[in-house]
């Protein structure tokens, strides 16, 4: 008998069960995964995280500047700095006086990588999404370093309590500042730091001379802390500490006086007290400032990690000034000492968890969801809060009054402005702060009208800081008003 083949009851032709030369059953293969499965794997992690801050902080900032909620003349600031790069220029600031050089207030030749896009898309959108970009993107190295030192749940409430801090969602809210680009690389040197990893870090914190000048210490801070981990004198780390120090001093003492012209740098008269400041910082505003860096982020086990080393200088130089403006939890300042504080968590965490006292081990174990559930009670009194409510989302018709008379000052005129208007006159006239603009008498005025002020209030007193010049009111809509100069 022909055991080869055999006839099935429908009359088709197969193979014999009972041949010898069939293989045995065998378990039934897996299914291939899903392309969604394959998203959710735990190394894509960080990256969404990412996305999330990325469209959450890139959300909040077009909705505030298209709602005309500039808080602050930064935005103005970097616009025309960063206008000046785009076209090959020096970056010329007329807000901060007629002709001044960016690079002699703060010294931020890092904006010039700004420059092609702003070229490409000339707004201070370009600026806002960036920043948004380099706070989210500093989110995957927290991220990342969470869930390859603690698991992947304690990782991704780390990292989705870093994107909530405080300290970021207060750096969103103020605008733009050149301080974005040291959030990330400072998170990148960090963790690259605890992977023990030092000649990456030290790459990564090297640039930080040229984000802003107070950043060559921490640099230097970077490098030290390897000295202090590793407990050897790596060549790399020596030559960060001498570079991040060297760089500063270079900065500070000749390079900022130079392109200032005055031979100084004009903060130093905010740390030692001089003109319109404060006598001195409370101990009690400095403990406050301490305890909200500390607290609901890290619930101080921050303070067993010597990653710590790195705030300190950026919380020196703010508790020395006597500027109240550096002293609290308020705008941005803050931004730069979120990476350091949420790795140096990350650092202590594994060793609270592996300690023989069971109230720390206790303590650690519930400390990422008790971090994270601080970080979202915290958000409901902070900006990200405004994308869960419906205003956030409708431009009211006041805002397009104002903007259709923003556009009767034709392109390449000279603007007084103060803040209000500033966002729309920036990449596109010559602006110059309100009382600020060096004896020229500007061909329009931009002004807010405060507490009741009327535009024949304004209209005095544009002619009167500008001596024998005369102006018409052009228009008024909701609260600003445009003055035209007439002879």
Known sequence: MDTAAATTPDGRTGRSPDTATDPAPGPTAAPAPSRFAALRAPRLDPYWTAGFFFLAFA????????????????????????RGYAHLRAPIVDLKGPGTNILGDHFSPVLVLLAPLYRLFPSPLTLLTAQAALFALSAIPVTRAAARHLGRR????????????????????????????????????????????WNTAVCWAAPLVLVKEDLGVTAAAIGALSLIRTRRAGPLPIALVAFGITATAITLGLLIPAFNGSGSYDY????????????????????????????????????RSPLLLVAAPTL????????????GTDWHYSAVLMPVVFLALIDALPRALASARPWLRSY????????????????????????????????????????RLLDRIPDGATVESDVRPLSRLTG????????????????????????????????ADAEARHGRARYVVLGAADDVVVLRRTA
């Not at 780390?158 to 809210?173: H, N, T």
């Not at 030692?272 to 890290?298: C, E, F, K, Q, S």
């Open 364 to 403: 650690a174990h519930h400390l990422p969801a008790a971090v994270l559930a601080a970080a979202l009670t915290l958000t409901t009194t902070l900006p990200l809060a405004r994308l869960t409510e419906a205003d956030t989302y409708r431009t009211p018709p006041q805002v397009a009054a104002v903007e």
């Open 154 to 197: 304690r990782g991704l409430a780390l990292g989705l309590a870093y994107g909530l801090s405080w300290g970021l969602q207060r750096a969103v809210d103020f605008d733009f500042h050149e301080i974005a680009f040291a959030v990330p690389l400072i998170a990148f040197a960090l963790e690259a730091a605890l992977r023990g990893r």
């Open 268 to 303: 130093w008269s905010k740390i030692g007290g001089h003109g319109d400041t404060a006598p001195g910082l409370p101990i009690d505003v400095a403990l406050r400032t301490l305890l909200w860096t500390l607290l609901p982020t890290t619930g101080l086990l921050a303070l």
């Open 59 to 82: 959300v909040l900032s077009y909705w505030r500047y298209r709602t005309l909620s500039t808080i602050s003349w930064d935005l103005g600031i970097f616009e025309q700095a960063v």
């Open 316 to 327: 020196g130089w703010r508790f020395l000034s006597h500027d109240p403006h550096y002293w």
């Open 428 to 459: 596109r006239t010559r602006v110059f702060w309100t009382g600020d603009t060096g004896g020229l008498a500007p061909g329009y005025v931009a002004a807010q009208l405060h507490d009741g002020r009327t535009p024949e209030q304004a209209l």
